[in-house]
């Protein structure tokens, strides 16, 4: 059963415009969501978050998107560069105690073509 | 600076070995999570431990046990390794129990299992 969903395994953009990468979730009771960047031998890092109180999370050239009504969010890279190559995880969490656990999507893999 | 360090990089154990990874960080974080990642299913947590001697299975705990002895190590153990758990294996560890607190990821272990 997967809470969160990216349905698209594989995204090429062009260097300079934008990248828009996807994420679904079915569990309503999610309220955090963060976005992770991997690179090839390392392990995941942190990108960006947002709290289910906001629709909007902005920095630099990264912005969140959510909206809670359709259970979707999404990460917007503009312009991209050449370094943002490398496979994108969302994940969701609670945020009441004991919950610290995140659930993560499938990745997307986004190349940036010079 | 964050710092997340995994025992090994790469790993190959024969079927039936008993295996451990061994990950340590220093930032004097409470809560340590083991993932493994594999392709089209993105991370999966099999356990986390949000103090020492303590442990809560994750999504996928089978044929996995973890061990907290100090705070600053989280190990994980597969008691008698098989093909499927071939993989790659991450760390994770955060700041607090109960606040929304990024999760720092090592470098990853890739164990293959013959």
């Known amino acids: 059963d997967q809470q969160v969903k990216q349905n698209s395994p594989s995204l090429s953009v062009q260097e300079g415009r934008i990248s828009i990468l996807n994420c679904d979730y079915t569990n309503s009771m999610f309220d955090y969501f963060l976005w992770y960047k991997k690179y090839p031998a390392e392990g995941p890092t942190f990108l960006i978050s947002i709290s289910s109180i906001k629709d909007k999370n902005e920095d630099g050239r990264f912005t969140v998107f959510l909206n809670k009504s359709a259970k979707h969010l999404s990460l917007h890279i503009v312009p991209s560069q050449p370094g943002d190559s490398a496979v994108y995880f969302c994940a969701a969490s609670l945020s009441n105690f004991g919950n610290e656990k995140l659930t993560f999507g499938t990745g997307t893999r986004l190349t940036i073509i010079p | 600076d964050v710092k997340v360090t995994q025992s090994s990089r790469y790993l190959v154990k024969r079927t039936g070995e008993k295996v451990f990874l061994e990950c340590v960080q220093d930032m004097d974080h409470e809560n340590m999570f083991w993932y493994r990642q594999d392709p089209g299913l993105g991370l999966r947590l099999i356990y986390f431990?949000?103090?020492?001697?303590?442990?809560e299975k994750g999504d996928i705990p089978e044929g996995y046990s973890v061990s907290r002895e100090k705070k600053e190590r989280f190990s994980l153990i597969l008691e008698s390794a098989s093909t499927n758990q071939t993989s790659m294996y991450l760390c994770?560890?955060?700041?607090?129990?109960?606040?929304?607190?990024?999760?720092?990821f090592g470098p990853g272990t890739r164990l293959l299992v013959l």
């Open positions: 994770a560890s955060s700041l607090d129990r109960g606040r929304q607190e990024t999760q720092y």
């Open positions: 431990s949000y103090d020492v001697k303590m442990k």
